[in-house]
């Protein structure tokens, strides 16, 4: 198939997977810079599914108006299996057609960069993704839109938890999102000065826990806090919980900080960092990119191919560790 | 035993129980008070446990500085389950003689004050208590020092789930502090637009939950939350979340705030509530009154008998939920 | 002219004078309560001059979604001079009538609600008034929908700005709002632990500035707040700053925080109270009632005459300053 | 003189100039990186004053618990003219020699970075360089600490007044600090969807307002937010006020956030970077670097001549403007 080089007359604009807060300083951008190019842009609502329902209108200057500080996604967004289904896709890429939508800017993750990319390799539709996950945990650029909001929104409630541990001389476990990866738990950690951090790809060490926590006490901290990233499913810190007062008789509260770190309002790093991406998104369909995603790395955005966006990151963790063992002393 | 007439010169503070956002405020107005009518204040730290081990310093107008907007409590506190004891009342009677402490300002819940109102009645010191627990569940006061933080935290905690259940068109069931009271419950449900609210003191009414979420949906709400009081243990809404997936093929998240809603600055008017009754308190003293709490009723502070205050409140619930149900529809 | 005891079947609601936090909540809860009780909603936009241009339009249970945390609101609001001129009633009593609107809810402060008052008295429109100003300035209510926030913004403001004065033992001058009343700055003043609240209708006591300044440097305090109340027009601070500095050779900054407190998400207290307030409006006029206000006193809401509540509110600000001094040596 | 080799056994820190949000978690991260490697550890006071003065007190893991996420500094912080003069210089190195303390760690801005530079080349003193200051105005470094919670400050301030603005059709304009730099205001400009930002350094375009302006209104925004830097002297957005009203017959307010944006607690980013330039800074002094500033560029901490450092930095602000104009059309 041969490269699609026409001129972007009108393109499409989604939101798939987890919502992460900056999605929707994201979108403004997208729809503004794509009309002060005179290029029209249609909101496809739901993600894929919403697509495929056809469930598409037409966005202007005002649809856009007063949305840049506001949590959650305009678009609203899915996680959608069925899209894995090549007859899916082309039915997909028929709706595209039929409403005239020349090109996609997608705002999700790597399983959404993943659909985006084999609907542009089998239709040629020309797409450009926008990093957009709480997690930070995709391949091939340093940050995703919400990762900062959520970081922020988890660092004020263990901010919160430290007074009340200060004051009964406790200690917490609290267990902060990521998924699989442990970008939050890492950051947060540093920022409020955790004793401990359980990364979520390793095995639990119950003896280090107990001695960071002893170590501490012994110093005369009258409070822990350990961070739990929480890995493939909610809860873990529950397990934990139990294993150090069974096992090491050592009491603790667990604090599970849930979908609280999902919404909010969006910080200024990621308003900022969203609407440069939403702007480059564009310029760069514009311009005749194809299968490019606005990845920020270095300190700036830069284009980089869809290609190498579709995995989950893996990134060394051990500087960070470094520096929590070193503060926590 | 005679009354205690005579001139307070030097008097104790302590927090008790439950640590609250605000208490700081109120040591900080005990303190400056006492100090301005000529009164020697001693910090009494960690609650009754740390009277019993004379864990007591001497206060001066810098010793608050700085910490009206300060979260948990910097005398620190603690449950003192021994304080049931008469024998180690006396103990305590003993060392408050031994620092000639006069009088005492007890900062807590109704269990404190119990305590609080033995020690009184068998030793005869002078006691004001000043309501303080975010539980706002105190007869005899309207109003507990916290009370409005917690509220504000857990509104905040859901203002941020209502996005994410908005983008994604989900169903939450957030869990709020309050043991077995309902009152924040209550309160976050008006102030959060909530669809449901699940009390603390009634049976779970499935049929009525699973009615009001799909009475929203049929008139095209995208998201619901309800908010249930935790009870007599945290992790209720697991529970429901559980029987409403598995009984009635309702898919919903769980969210337990926890322990975020104990910590955190004061917000203003628990910052003035509590600088008034601290105030109060040491004026109550000093102008002769031996065994009373600073209540907060009819939007003033007001004197009240201890032994009105030593038990759980019951408030009528139906007001409040009227107005959820009205504005839910 | 006979009472009107008709049967309210359509209201209209709508903003007037200077917009307030939780204004939105307030119009959420009116069209809430009277879609449930069967009356048609209609929003009146930009106050007074809107109903005049009929820019008016049917309000549904959808319209008020996910308003309740809004700042501003969504009917906009205005100042209109020209409501002053009987004629000019006239007309705006034509178009209700036109459009069959039976009754009217006003939210705004002293001087919208004179508008009212003169409205129902010319033309029997029953009219119940929705106290809402960030000034809490109105008479016979003690508390109007704002306040608490505004006071919360400027609590958190100046929080900041002891931050820096510690660091830099400097003094601040902090303008809070509140037009000719002194309520913001009074609450301010306490919640902040300033050293000193120069009141709107007082003559500056420089001297006593100096003195409550002088004495905190010589007990060690490495900071002073004083907070200023507007007064007629803003900017008095930079007024008492430049007088301080060359009359008294005494080094401070100023700070004018302006128009940051009318805006901002509603704290819960706002969001609680007008939504009670919202509710027992469209109840009032359900039940007959014809010129009220949806007063809150002694901690509850009560509906008191609209004639009383059209004056600004003198109440004695005496304790609270009494409060100030005591905590501030 | 031949370089200063030696081993450090001994670090003075101190904070210079304005105190910036996130200077407290440096401070506590050279605390407890030095403490950790076996180097003995003093808080200068006051900055250059106090090094001056020896108001200098040796500090222990507990001296910085629990500052992580304070707004100031503990140390204090001031601006010293004299330290101009070599003949103090002398008198500050012997201070330090006197206390046997062998580096320096010094927190402050390029003025401070001056002055340290002098100082280390007159007497050989080892010292690292932290720039902190909300301004990110430090040549050579791309970021200083306190600036993301600088911003962030004046993002809540401004989306509170936009509510405002929007209610009441209004214009306003916000100035920000920053002195003669602009990147604060360029920033909050983007990440509060400004319509137009007045740089420090350029004529004003008053017709270029006004048209930005009337462009917005014509296309049915409601209200206008013209970001303003402040530049050398706070106060100009009153006089672009008063020329916008007088010359062009706009009606605009004018609000000054000022000292607002100085303190707060910092924001996780700030904390992040000033933990880790804390660090690295201990570390640098101990591998032997003499006279270096940790900078943040390319999204990583490094070592940078502190002779680079010593300068404003003037950045190219067209892409910033760029997007400005692109998302406010």
Known sequence: MEANTKTIKSLGVLCSGGDSPGMNSAVRSVVRTAIGL??????????YS???EGNIHKLSLSSVGNIIQRGGTILD????????TPGIRQEAAHILSRKHIDGLVVIGGNGSFAGAMT???????PIIGIP???????SGTEYTIGFNT???????????????????????????MGRRSSFIALQVGICTGAEHVVLSNQAIDYEKIVNDINKGTARGKTSSII???EGEKSGLSYEIKDTLMTQYDLSVHACVLGHIQRGGRPTALDRLIASQ???????????????HVTAFNKGEIEMVPLSECIRGKTESTEAQLELIRALAI
Chains 1, 2, 3, 4 share one sequence.
């Open 132 to 138: 957009g996950t709480i997690d930070n945990d995709i």
């Open 150 to 176: 959520a970081v922020q929104t988890a660092v004020n409630a263990v901010d919160n938890i430290r007074d009340t541990a200060s004051a009964h001389a406790r200690t917490f476990l609290v267990e902060v």
């Open 77 to 84: 967004t899915s996680r959608c299996e069925e899209f894995h």
């Open 38 to 47: 005179g290029i029209e842009v249609y909101g496809i609502y739901k993600g």
């Open 50 to 52: 919403g697509l495929l």
């Open 119 to 125: 609907l542009h390799q089998e239709h040629d539709i």
């Open 277 to 291: 991406m939403g702007y480059a998104a564009v310029q760069a369909l514009h311009q005749g990119l194809r299968c």
């Open 227 to 229: 961070i739990v990233a």
